[in-house]
């Protein structure tokens, strides 16, 4: 049987607490809003009618004001008039239709002025059978009949009755009066129209309703089908809604509206985007809504516009700000914020109620959680010591079940004292201690229901009422195992001192909440005393003697341990010998206890001498810090890699410099020529061409056990770079005479290197055109010489010098001269092919080897271009010059043996005859073709 | 006597304004400033209000075509227009052939663009006297008149107004000097006006003519085809290729667009000079009457 409610229940009865307060809170909220916006609507719903109402009564009444000055223009210009009616019966013979227009025309011309004076727009006669006659307003157009457009003009014809409304025409739109005309005798002769613009009506009802702004709409489709074809752009559609037109928006008819408002046009724009509001003006009934648009409330009020056939042609409709408006919300708000404070006043009530329920079942239930899953027996008595109450864990350790249990005196049952299974209640010293009102607190025995008796911790309390004895709780536990184990514990403390005393450790156990220390003999030997003489021992015996730097390090290391960031203590600490030197011990230990509230309690460990092992390590890191010194210290790179991974160990700051390796990527790094794969470099031979991974002096040192010293090769980086390096590489060897790695030394010689090219080139090359120098020339021509002699191909030499090149140079100076030389050089040379050298000797002299020559003519050929390079003009900054040059030609091999210097002088010669010749010309030299 | 003078002088007339068509022909621009809004200034009408209805749509039509902007500025009558595009304030104008004649000669380098078509796709017109049909019935009567012969005109610059009228007139015989002549505005109240028999004649358009003719108007005399009205440019800010351009396109004007519009609606010709010598005639015969109409 449960102690109290189930964990489930618990959250069940608050989620029903809560739900039953949503029950009552939100359906108020609710009702209250939908009143008071019921309310609210309403009253702006009478707003809106009132409004309305004024249009719907001012419009009747502008329009009934405007059909009274109207019926007088008729009975004056019309019905009364004796020649209008004579000329209207005169047109009812078609012979005399014509001329009784054109006299009406001029009869009533004058009445019409006056008429537009007054606000008239149209002055319309009809025929009986609904033909124009003739319209004053525009005077071209007639004979259309108008009965299928023009309900007015069909009713005032067949009724013969006057007809009044507003209507659209095929001219314009405008507010009709048709009357029938009958003469004295009775004879129908037709109909007139008089025809106002709206903006006659609305001058009227704007000042009825003098705060609204109107506006006229016409149903869009019905409009454009009506209208003559030039009359199409004088309307544009609404902004709001295409369905509706505006006529003359641009006002570009004097009789037209005046603008509306900016405020209106913003009312408009904010009527287009929405739907549901445009759909209401599209039903076309009398109607008001509201607007808001700005920042302000509007009331738009709309009144269809009935034609006389009873079609609704448009809308009038009427824009006004409102404040009733704003001033109904605002009260619904204030309305609003009211409900919502009352309701949150009872919510809060609510909520409290729900707390404080809750709390009492949450309390409730803790403790029966507690009850439940406490790993030790509980029990409760009444004052006469019967048990009420027993834990899962209780009736567990004792083996009884509950129907046993409850109501059973639990002295008589159970209690076991002083191995008195019989001892009288009045003596039992729980029941007497708790009478007494005071705390039981005693290990003793309890006897399950299988008679077998075990060790229990018991805590027994009194409950007290108004200070009377009313029951106890009492709490038990089992600690059978925990006395096996202390007297387990007693055995393995022998055995134990006895293997710590084999291992020659010291020893050392801290009760940190009692302060208890014990240490053993070796402890005190290994700093040179006898335990005796350390006595009486305690944590400051340790302080003592620990070196300070050590102690807040070992301080810390408990410290991790405690808090369980470490499973065990461990600690290199320095002990001050006796003799006054520093030893070093290694100090480990582990806690053993904690007390019940969690706080350490005993810890033990060892102290082990490590100083001899500690003056190894010393001696190793000066001799490597030594060493590594050298290494840092040198110029050249040095690379230490390891076998097999072939990862680089080491390198000095010089090797890591040259190879490009950020530290940080040195374990990454690939070791210069041990790998096929390097990602950093590729490794050349001065040649150019790849060197093999067998070949690199490193792999050869770690392979073969090769030493390979100041062996050249090109590094060239990812982006290109090249590097040339000198590279020197020995194995390294273990215990074993096993190569375990090897060491490159590197040396930078790139610049050297640099030198070297320079020197070369400077030698063989003319430092101004670029162009092969003589010695470079001679070199080839031998060499061109020996491979003609072999081959049996011809080969030429052109001598070339550049005509009146000194006064180019004496004019505009030597800079100028040598811009002229390089230009010609590098036109000489576009002339030539690649197999050909072109030279230059010095100053103006230039050589062209022209090697391989299929015949003579190649030669020749060769010989004009470059003539023509020479005589062509050259820009020299402002001035334009043109030299031209002398050739002198010779060609190998000959008859006679000859070698370079000679067929350089034979070219030499054959261009002086060149000049004589009257330069900018070539000679061959005698003998040589 | 009168009669053959008057054609001897004409047929001279007529062959030295012949020789200023060659003015006419299109010559090229100089070069345009884009960013400025261009001005087009219609025919100046009486109802300005309508003259901007009936031209908005082609407004917008050329600002489209040219791709720049485009105001429309109306001018209360072909002087003020005349000086406003000597002034340089107008970049594109509507111009009867009288006005474009003038224009010219004010301003030579103002070119023609296009010819606006007739209702009935005719690039010309004819300028007719108007009497109403219980009126004079023929020109020959005016001789036999006892009271002078009263004349309803258009405006001064308008071709069908003094130039023309005066022109027919002299044409047959009747010598201009007799005739007590008032300006009434637009073609349609020089209708009206002799309709209502304010006068006893009256110079138009012959479309006007055909419009009223069945209220009464008769047609008594009719001029030589004269050349429809002219869409021109000024090259100041409108060069030679923005024109060609633009010419191109009212020429290939398509149906639908040319539906949207009311002025231009009935599409564009190519611009043609060989009828303005028949204006320069007109206008150099009538120059000395000018003074005697009624203003």
Known sequence: MPLGLQPLEVARRRLLALALMIGVVVPLALLSYALLATDRNRAEQTLLERNLLLLSVSWQATQLLQRNSVETYFQEYVQDDPRTLALLRAARDPAQTDRARLHLLRHLSPAYERLVERGVRQFHFHRPNGDSFLRFHHPARFGDNLLAVRASIRRANTDLEPVFGFEVGRVVSGYRSLFPIIDARGRHLGSVELSLPFKVLLDELQALMPQHAFQLLLLAQRQRAILFEEQQGLYEAWPASDRFLVEDPHRLRSDSPAPLPDSITQVIEALGQQPALLARLHQGTEQAFRLRAAGRDYAVLQTPIIDPADEQIGLLLAYVEEPGLTALDQAFQGRLILVGVVLALLSLILLWLLQALGQRLSERNRLQVITETLGQGLYLTDAKARIIRINPHGRALLGYPESILLGAHAHDLFHYHQENAFTAEASCPILTTVRAGREYRAETRFRRADGQLFDVLVVSRPLLRKGDYVGAVTLFEDIGERKQAERALVESRQRLANIIWGTGVGTWEWNLQTGETHLNERWAEMIGYRLEELEPVSIETWRRVAHPEDLAESEAAFARHFAGERDHYEAEVRIRHRSGEWICVLDRGRLLTRTLDGEPEWIVGTHLDITARKRAELAVRQTTRLLQAALESSPSGILIAEAPESRIRFANRPALELLAIAPARLADASPLALSNHDADWQVLRPDGQPMALQERPLTRAMTEGETVTGEEVILVGVDGRQRWVSLSAAPIKDDEDRISAGIVVLADISAQKAVQHRLQRSAHYDALTGLPNRVLLTDRLEQAMARSQRSGDRLALAFIDLDRFKPVNDQYGHAAGDQLLVTLARRMRECLRGMDTLARLGGDEFVALLCDLADEADARVLVERLLAALSSEVTLGEARVRVGGSIGLTFYPQPLARDAEQLLHQADQAMYQAKLKGRNAWCLFEGSA | ?295
């Open chain 2, 1 to 295: 006597m009168v009669s053959q003078a008057l054609c001897g002088s004409l047929a001279q007339l007529v062959g030295a304004a012949a020789a200023l068509c060659v003015l006419f022909s299109p010559t090229p621009g100089s070069a345009t400033e884009p960013a400025q809004a261009l001005i087009y200034a219609p025919l100046p009408l009486e109802n300005a209000s309508l003259t901007q209805a009936r031209n908005q749509p082609l407004v917008e039509l050329l600002a489209r075509l040219l791709q720049r902007p485009l105001e429309m500025r109306l001018y209360p009558d072909h002087a003020a227009l005349l000086d406003a595009l000597t002034d340089g304030d107008v970049d594109l104008v509507e111009l009867g052939p009288l006005p474009f004649l003038l224009a010219r000669e004010r301003m030579p380098d103002l070119r023609a663009v296009a010819t606006f078509r007739e209702a009935d796709g005719r690039t010309d017109y004819r300028c007719v006297l108007v009497a109403p049909v219980d009126g004079l019935r023929a020109l020959f009567q005016i001789a036999g008149l006892e009271q002078p012969l009263t004349l309803a005109l258009t405006r001064r610059e308008s071709t069908c107004g003094p130039a023309a009228s005066f022109w027919l007139l002299a044409e047959h015989g009747i010598e201009p000097t007799a005739v007590q002549a008032a300006y009434e505005g637009g073609h349609g109240e020089v209708a009206l006006a002799v309709l209502r028999e304010s006068f006893m004649l009256g110079g138009v358009k012959d479309r006007v003519a055909r419009d009223f003719h069945g209220l009464g108007l008769r047609v008594l005399a009719a001029s030589q085809p004269v050349p429809g009205f002219v869409l021109a440019a000024s090259p100041a800010r409108l060069g030679a290729e923005e024109r060609e351009r633009l010419q191109a396109a009212l020429l290939a004007l398509p149906e639908d667009q040319r539906a949207m519009l009311q002025n231009g609606q009935h599409g564009f010709a190519p611009f043609e000079c060989r009828l303005f010598a028949r204006i320069e005639a007109m206008r150099a015969l009538t120059a000395d009457w000018l003074d005697q109409v009624e203003p």
